[in-house]
């Protein structure tokens, strides 16, 4: 999810990340290291604790399967913003918003973590809703007409990804609701009050 977010931002509306400026292949660039860094990587920790044993298997279906894999995908966003906010210096000096979307993104999967410690909340909604939030948010917030289409697309896709869910048994309504909720306001309430 945070690479189809950053993708579209980057390239339909670089403007509001200070983004204008970069050529389309240092956005490129800088969006295969975001997909490296929320998806190669995590993925990598994932099957490592699969291999481990440490999880029985990649559904994830018990309640407490779910901690240590969303916990550890957490830190190494953590890891990422970090690289992005402190150690990218050109970065965080002309383009500190993408930062300011990743500790988003970082803080909605410590909270997936935090909550599967009692309740199953969906990370499939967390993720559509951070994405469909923080788009929400850039256009109100900025004006941006040319995200409406893009909006209309991933609010159909947030569907048939919750349907899915439930149809699979993977979660009650109240848990995809919740986590669709989670993921809306914590990245709209991000880009909203940081940017």
Avoid at 133 to 144: H, I, R
Avoid at 175 to 195: D, E, H, K, N, R
């Amino acid at each position: 999810m945070p690479t189809i977010l950053f993708g579209i931002l980057f390239f339909q509306t670089p403007g509001v990340l200070g983004l204008d400026a970069f050529s389309t292949t240092l956005r490129g660039s800088l969006l295969m290291l975001i997909a490296v860094g929320t998806f190669g990587v995590p993925t990598i920790v994932i099957l490592f604790l699969l291999r481990g044993g440490y999880i029985p298997n990649l559904h994830l279906d018990n309640r407490l399967d779910r901690r240590l894999p969303y916990l550890l995908t957490a830190l190494v966003y953590a890891g990422v913003t970090f690289m992005f906010a402190f150690q990218m210096q050109l970065i965080s000096d002309t383009a500190p918003e993408i930062a300011v979307i990743l500790s988003s993104i970082t803080l909605s999967m410590l909270l997936v973590g935090i909550i599967s410690l009692y309740w199953k909340i969906s990370a499939h909604g967390v993720g559509i809703g951070g994405v469909l939030g923080t788009l929400m948010a850039v256009t109100v917030k900025f004006g941006e007409t040319d995200l409406i289409l893009f909006l209309a697309l991933l609010t159909g896709l947030a569907g048939l990804i919750l349907s899915a869910r439930l149809h699979l048994n993977a979660h009650t309504p109240a848990q995809v609701g919740a986590g669709l909720m989670l993921g809306l306001l914590v990245s709209a309430l991000t880009v909203l009050i940081l940017f």
